[in-house]
């Protein structure tokens, strides 16, 4: 599989990277089978996260026997110092491996610099050899960009594909100048591209991003693989049809950044924009309960002040988005209610 050098870092990593998110859904063996043919077919590079339910164990499970074949990444939510530290060391144990090649912060609301607790805590991690490297993950492209020119950071993870904005494109310039190396996560728009071929063609003509697909099924994986052993070309047609796609989904992706946020009636829009996209990709049953309900049916309170819409530098109708969604979480609901009394 074609090599990229993950910036500073120097790793060298598959041009197709596996994102496991997704396995959390898959028994233990399932995700075993799978880990394992992605690394039988050339991938080297495993991007995880404490939260992620069980995905880090399940990684353990499969590889621990190749760890020095392959690179693995996780990250962790914590807020702070003594939790990044507990965090790290369950990683360890849960991925069965003595060092974390990168640790990202994960999605946090500001950029730790020197003398922040956090930041401290992952420069001690490094000293005691836990991690080698550390990463940042955001989704707002202001805080990306910061971390970035920080210098502090080796690595961003960032929402990336073929609908992102110039500004988007921009952040992958400023990381590639910046030898910091670049991450692309939801590569499909968390679903919302169906076709691979286009995105990989897309990411083909940007030789310095890494885009961990989520991966859940061999045929997703067999896909990706096909297309690193045939490229697709970047030619005038792919790029009439990416074009064209971009026109007609671009103004559907919620990034989950936060920019039309706090809503005057206390809609958690982040949530509530992507509910269909998160029982999509996430263990749904953690989604149903009365408290995400509750959340949920905060939607109907919406006054259309059209604040969202303002702030949404995305160009999104987000009361649109957060009705439909708000529908498709109640049908939801409703299907696995009825399916838990059978
Ligand atoms: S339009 Fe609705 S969701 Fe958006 S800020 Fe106003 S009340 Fe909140
Ligand atoms: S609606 Fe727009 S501004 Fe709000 S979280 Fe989604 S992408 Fe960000």
């Known amino acids: 599989m074609r090599q990229i050098i993950l910036g500073r870092t120097k790793l060298s990593v598959g041009a197709s990277s596996f994102g496991a998110l997704p396995i959390q859904r898959l028994s233990k063996e399932e995700a075993s089978y799978l880990l394992r043919l992605a690394y039988e077919k050339g991938m080297n590079y495993f991007d995880t996260a404490y939260s992620y339910t069980d ?19 996780t990250k962790s939510g914590a807020s702070d110092r003594e939790t990044l530290v507990k965090h790290a ?6 991925l069965k491996t003595d060092y974390i090649d990168i640790l990202q912060l994960h999605n946090p609301k500001t950029v730790p610099l020197e003398g922040d607790e956090l930041y401290e805590g992952l420069l001690d991690l490094k000293k005691r050899g836990i991690i080698r490297f550390i990463g940042y993950t955001n989704h707002s492209s202001q805080r990306a960009e910061q971390a970035v020119r920080s210098g502090l950071y080796d690595t961003i993870q960032y929402p990336f594909s073929y609908l992102s904005s110039d500004r988007e494109i921009k952040l992958y310039e400023l990381a590639r100048n910046s030898d910091v190396g670049f991450i692309a ?29 989520g991966i859940q099924r061999e045929r997703e994986l067999m896909e990706f693989i096909c297309l690193e052993e045939d490229p697709p070309r970047y030619d005038d047609d792919m790029k009439t049809l990416i074009e064209r796609e971009k026109k007609e989904l671009s103004g559907s992706f919620c990034r989950a950044c936060g920019y039309c946020m706090p809503c005057p009636v206390g809609i958690d829009i982040t949530l509530s924009a992507r509910m269909k996209l998160l029982l999509s990709r996430m263990p749904y049953e953690q989604f149903m309960n009365e408290h995400t309900m509750e959340r949920m049916l905060r939607v109907n309170d919406c006054k259309n002040c059209r604040k969202c819409v303002e702030r949404c530098p995305y160009g999104l109708d987000t009361p649109s988005h957060l009705k439909e969604n708000l529908a498709y979480y109640l049908d939801f609901a409703e299907k696995y209610k009825s399916n838990e009394k059978n």
């Open 89 to 94: 060391e369950e990683s360890l144990r849960r």
């Open 55 to 73: 995905s880090e164990e399940k990684i353990g499970l499969a590889l621990s026997d190749v760890r020095d074949k392959i690179v693995i990444s």
């Open 185 to 213: 996560m939801k590569a499909l728009s968390g679903g919302l591209i169906s076709n691979a071929t286009g995105a990989k063609a897309f990411f083909n003509t940007l030789p310095f991003a890494v885009p961990i697909w």
